[in-house]
């Protein structure tokens, strides 16, 4: 089944914790992204990867680290967690410009 | 900088009912996609629009784009109970790594 995979769904850590966030897609596609879902805001990008080792901010990187070691692969990192980053975060991928995005389950993060 | 609009943000609408919603965008594009989101879950895409004029349905659902108005619309026709989520229009100019730049969503519900 084609999907993007995301984990942990749901997350309660303390202020200062590094955590990371893992997303896997077995699509092959390219194009991978993060955002952050906050009520009255809407989808928020954080970064994206166009590919291995291509990555980018998006509009709202701050706080937030990527890497893109294998394709499939894109996990967010936050290396010093603070409470305005409680939030749901989705992680996405695409096979290129006019195809749909596929979004994961997403992960509830509260940081105390 | 691409601006997403969508309208209403909120609507309540009784069964049996039609309406539409508004996505308008402010940066040239022939690429807009619809989603939906049910309470708690992830995005769900629904319609993926890839031309001036372009129509698609699916059951109750029809959305439309105008890509000289820089408008998309969503109607809802007859509307029952099952179509009670949030609806997100996503426009792509090709920047970010192909991401999608979101509108910030119409919360349905459809009442008896």
């Known amino acids: 089944e084609a999907q993007v995979t995301q984990n942990p769904r749901y997350l309660i850590t303390v202020t200062g914790k590094k955590l990371t966030v893992t997303c896997s897609q077995n699509m092959n596609h390219e194009y991978m992204s993060w955002y952050r879902q906050d009520p009255g805001l809407g989808l928020r990008q954080i970064y994206y990867?166009?590919?291995?080792?291509?990555?980018d901010k998006g509009d709202v990187p701050e706080g937030y680290k990527v890497s893109r070691k294998e394709k499939r692969n894109f996990p967010l990192i936050l290396e010093s967690p603070s409470p305005n980053q409680t939030s749901l975060y989705f992680c996405?991928?695409?096979?290129?410009?006019?195809?749909?995005?596929?979004f994961g389950p997403g992960t509830r993060l509260t940081v105390t | 900088e691409l601006k997403v609009e969508q309208n209403p943000l909120f609507l309540s609408m009784q069964e049996g009912k039609n309406y539409t919603i508004y996505c308008n965008y402010s940066t040239t594009s022939d690429r807009l996609y619809w989603y939906r989101q049910d309470p708690g879950k992830s995005l769900e895409s629904l319609f993926v629009?890839?031309?001036?004029?372009a129509v698609k349905q699916e059951g109750r659902l029809m959305a439309s784009l105008d890509t000289k108005a820089r408008l998309s619309t969503l109607h809802i026709t007859a509307a029952v109970h099952d179509l009670s989520a949030t609806y997100f229009c996503?426009?792509?100019?090709?920047?970010?790594?192909?991401?999608?730049?979101f509108g910030k969503g119409t919360s349905l519900l459809v009442t008896p």
């Open positions: 629009l890839l031309s001036n004029g």
């Open positions: 990867s166009m590919n291995v080792e291509v990555t």
């Open positions: 996503a426009v792509d100019i090709g920047n970010s790594g192909y991401a999608l730049n």
């Open positions: 996405a991928s695409r096979k290129g410009e006019y195809y749909e995005q596929y």
